[in-house]
């Protein structure tokens, strides 16, 4: 078995397995979707067509599992998580639902004339609605993704606060605690003062993660979510405005 934090020529494991979910689980969805409806296609590609919605869901699987190595080294942005988690769980489901209707549709194949199809056709109703979901579900994951790995890479924010800073650079807790706006948002994380306004709208975890930590010491917050990320620890150096004295 390959290990989660594998790298392959330098990437690691989880965007090049990534590849493989973003081409499976929509072709995979959308194949299944024309088997369920027209016949033809359901003679001569349906096996092929679940077969590979199948192979879309296990990556979505793996994925995951590298995804999260992958976060602890680098930001963890929620939304990304959320969507990823919740494409993994629709398309097992989906890819379960569609190798029944399969096994339905076969059987009423073979069934006598005049054998009712309706689990088949019922099933297939199914599997077509969740496969619709699973496309959509790629498409916000991966969407979600790229605007959190390029908002990151993007934004190169320096040290401009919100309000003019003291031109010492020993900066008090009083004065850090009138900071505590979307406006001017200074905190402070293990002894040292950050200007956070220009990040406020650039947090792969949204807004309110940031607004949270206005006029605070975020110390513990910080050390939570990133103290194995040197990303996150490199971009809140660029924030920095002085020592808390």
Known sequence: MIPLDTSILGLPLHPL?????????PVGALATIAAVVSPPV?????????????????AAGVAKLSGEDLAQTVIRPEAHERFGNATLVVALVTAALAWVWWWLERR?????????????????GLVATASIAVAVLVALTGHSGAQATWTSRLATPNATPGQAAPTAS??????????????????????????????????PGGRQRILDLCGTDATGKFELQHSRNPRSNAQLERLKIGELG
Not at 17 to 25: Q, S
């Open 170 to 203: 020993t900066i008090t807790m009083e004065e850090v605690a009138r900071h505590n706006s979307a406006d001017s948002c200074w905190a402070v994380v293990e002894g040292g003062v950050y200007d956070l306004t220009q990040w406020i709208d650039l947090h």
């Open 42 to 58: 359901r003679a001569r590609f349906g096996t092929l067509a679940v077969a590979t919605l199948t192979i879309g869901a296990l």
């Open 108 to 124: 009423r194949e073979q069934a006598p004339p005049g054998t009712s199809g309706f689990g088949a056709m019922a099933t297939g």
């Open 17 to 25: 397995v990534v590849h493989l979910v973003v081409v499976a689980l």
